[in-house]
Nanobody
Framework: QVQLVESGGDSVQAGGSLRLSCTAS????????MAWFRQAPGKEREGVAA????????YVANSVKDRFTISQDKAKNTIYLQMNSPKPEDTAMYYC?????????????????????WGQGTQVTVSS
């Protein structure tokens, strides 16, 4: 069984920086692609960034492309989301996901239904 544990969420001022971490355990073959999603109160869960764990290719949503970076430490089965210059609209619960479903690919976007395993989330609050 795959388990995902997020950490690093905090309250931060706009213009600061924050790094989220997600460590995976369980069946490595399921962790073909790892991703970050976020969900603000009253809004749908949206994809933020993803990384293919074997090849290293990445996807970052246009809304955060110039500010957020996704990376991984394969030896630790951990991915990171570096959040630079966060804005109040980045306030949300951030979730880690893995287990990209067969036939799905992260190219120009991704949705929650593309992934089979989820962490519990870590809260990010950005104040102006």
């Amino acid at each position: 069984q795959v388990q995902l544990v997020e950490s690093g969420g905090d309250s931060v001022q706009a213009g600061g920086s924050l790094r989220l971490s997600c460590t995976a355990s369980g069946f490595p073959s399921s962790m073909n692609c790892m991703a970050w999603f976020r969900q603000a109160p009253g809004k749908e869960r949206e994809g933020v960034a993803a990384i293919y764990t074997h090849g290293g290719s990445t996807y970052v949503a246009n809304s955060v492309k110039d500010r957020f970076t996704i990376s991984q430490d394969k030896a630790k089965n951990t991915i990171y989301l570096q959040m630079n210059s966060p804005k109040p609209e980045d306030t949300a619960m951030y979730y880690c996901a893995t287990g990209l479903r067969a036939g799905r690919a992260v190219v120009a976007g991704m949705g929650p239904g593309d992934f089979g395993y989820w962490g519990q989330g870590t809260q990010v609050t950005v104040s102006s």
